[in-house]
Every structure is written in C-alpha cells, then in structure tokens.
C-alpha cells in the first residue's frame, strides 16, 4: 500500500476542518503498520482512506 501527501477536509457549515494534511506512507507487503496518536489525530480518518471507505480530497493511494 502507497499512500502519497493524502489530504481530507470536511466542510462544518461555513467552515473547512483539517482531518489530514499531508500523510504519505508506503507499506510492502507482509509488513506490519501500526497507527497511534492523541484523540482527533486522524487515524480514523486515515484507515477510512486506505480501507476505501471515504475518498481523499486530494492525494494519492495505491
């Protein structure tokens, strides 16, 4: 899995909220990926992106 400069924002109203801003990863096969952070981080969000249940606003994933 290839993951190059994902972005994700959503609109809240009149606002733009920032989930990720610039991930990029690259994990062959067999190997492990662990994805750890503070509450709001993104990680969700990221493993929403790879496991294709959302689309990123901009970015590349392979």
Known sequence: MVARDLVKTYRLGGS????LQGVSVEVARG???AVT????????TFMNLIGALDTPTSGSLQ
């Open 16 to 19: 733009v909220i920032g989930a």
């Open 31 to 33: 190997e492990y990926l």
């Open 37 to 44: 952070g503070a509450s709001g981080s993104g990680k969700s």
